[in-house]
């Protein structure tokens, strides 16, 4: 699918890969605005987006603008919270952006497994709320799993399904389930990846070499949690009630979060 114009004014809130991932999309369509909470996280947010636009050869990085100030958000009609995997925190700033964005502005989520409605009950606004889980390489992975909480309006589906299309993204609407559709198929296989590892003793590059030549998948189980974020493999496997395996726990306590701390089941 090819971007076309956004015919919304777009604001993330967020600086970590999937709201880098998200901003950088966006600029090739319009302008978009990032929001991260200090001016440390606002330079390597901007740095990021200018790699990730340089690598995919797109242009687009004046579209960018990256501030500290939530005031700016009041001024965008579509705003994305897109911070860590854990639901007080997101409810704490969907709550703040809800007092700082406009009346008409739909608030969206991309939560990889919390509820939607209840994120959409705690917005205060769920007719004009939904879920948005974009995946990670946000700048390579086609997918949108679009999630509305019952009392969202059509326009909120609409304008939606609209900003998918002009991000050049394909949209699927799923149930609010936890886990949605991918993660919940997804990472039992990924935890059974590990305990396999962990049963046989396997290097972790023998086991992805086994899925990527054998079944042809273009990243291994390990490597994909890595690159996923241990930690939050591990807050989504609690969400979906599946057994986070014991290996995943102790990398976290070492400080081992995959490719994002330079370590996990890899060294990187």
Not at 87 to 105: C, S
Not at 161 to 173: D, N, W
Not at 207 to 230: F, I, Q, W
């Amino acid at each position: 699918m090819t971007e076309q114009s956004i015919n919304e004014t777009l604001a993330v809130a967020g600086s970590g890969a999937i709201a880098c991932g998200l901003a950088a999309v966006a600029a090739r369509s319009g302008p978009v605005v990032l929001w991260a909470r200090s001016d440390g996280s606002a330079a390597r947010a901007q740095a990021k987006i200018a790699r990730l636009i340089e690598r995919c050869g797109w242009g687009g990085e004046d579209n960018v603008e990256i501030t500290t100030d939530l005031d700016r958000v009041a001024a965008a009609s579509y705003v994305v919270e897109a911070i860590v995997e854990e639901h007080d925190a997101k409810v704490a700033l969907l709550d703040e952006m809800r007092r700082h964005a406009r009346e008409d502005a739909i608030l969206a989520t991309t939560t990889s497994s919390l509820s939607i409605e209840a994120l959409a009950g705690a917005s205060a606004q769920p007719e004009r709320f939904v879920g948005l889980h974009v995946f990670n390489p946000v700048t390579k992975m086609d997918l949108i799993e679009l999630v509305f909480p019952a009392a969202a309006e059509p326009g909120t589906r609409e304008r939606s399904y609209a900003l998918c299309k002009a991000l050049g993204k394909t949209a699927v609407e799923v149930p609010d389930l936890p886990g949605f559709v991918v993660n919940r198929l997804l990472f039992p296989f990924l935890f059974e990846a590990v305990r396999l590892r962990e049963e046989t003793g396997l290097e972790p590059a023998a086991v992805d070499a086994c899925l990527e030549l054998g079944a042809g998948h273009p990243m291994g189980p390990l490597a994909l949690l890595d690159l996923v974020g241990l930690d939050v493999a591990q807050s989504i496997g609690n969400t979906i009630g599946v057994h986070v395996p014991e290996a995943i726990g102790a990398l976290i306590a070492e400080g081992a979060l995959g490719r994002k701390s330079g370590r996990g089941f890899y060294t990187y």
